[in-house]
C-alpha cells in the first residue's frame, strides 16, 4: 500500500524560505510522477509542481516559478519542495502526491495517492 507522508511546514514571514519533505514508500516508484499540490481555505486546490521520478523532468505552476524546486531522491524515496522568496499568497496545505501516468499531470484527479498534508503559513 502506498503511503506519502509530508514534514516540514510551519508559520514564516514574507521572503522566508521553507523545504517541505514527502516520504513515500509501498511500492518502487520508477515509472511514476510525483507532484505536489496546495489548497487555501476556500479554494480548489491547485497544482504547484510535479516530477518524473525516473528522469527528474519538472513542472511548475506559473505562480511559482522561480522561486520553488522540486526534487527527489530516489535512494530514500523522498520528494522534496524547496520554497524560496515566499508570500502570503502561497499560505496553503501543501499536499504529496503521486500517480502511475507516464508523463507530467497537473490535475488532481489524475493522481492516485495523497498524503495528508502539511499546512504552510506565511505572514506578511
Known amino acids: 500500500q502506498v503511503q506519502l507522508v509530508e514534514s516540514g511546514g510551519g508559520l514564516v514571514q514574507a521572503g522566508a524560505s521553507l ?23 476556500g479554494k480548489e486546490r491547485e497544482f504547484v509542481a510535479a516530477i518524473r ?5 519538472t513542472n511548475y505552476a506559473d505562480s511559482v516559478k522561480g522561486r520553488f ?3 527527489r531522491d530516489i535512494t530514500k524515496n523522498t520528494l522534496s519542495l524547496q520554497m524560496n522568496s515566499l508570500k ?7 499536499f504529496c502526491a503521486a500517480t502511475s501516468r507516464t508523463y507530467i499531470s497537473t ?3 489524475e493522481y492516485d495517492y495523497w498524503g495528508q498534508g502539511t ?3 506565511v505572514s506578511s
Open 19 to 41: 523545504r517541505l519533505s514527502c516520504a513515500a514508500s509501498g511500492r518502487t516508484f520508477s515509472r511514476y510522477t510525483m507532484g505536489w499540490f496546495r489548497q487555501a481555505p
Open 53 to 57: 521520478w525516473i528522469n527528474s523532468d
Open 69 to 71: 524546486t522540486i526534487s
Open 88 to 94: 502570503p499568497e502561497d499560505t496553503a496545505v501543501y
Open 107 to 109: 490535475r488532481t484527479n
Open 119 to 121: 499546512q504552510v503559513t
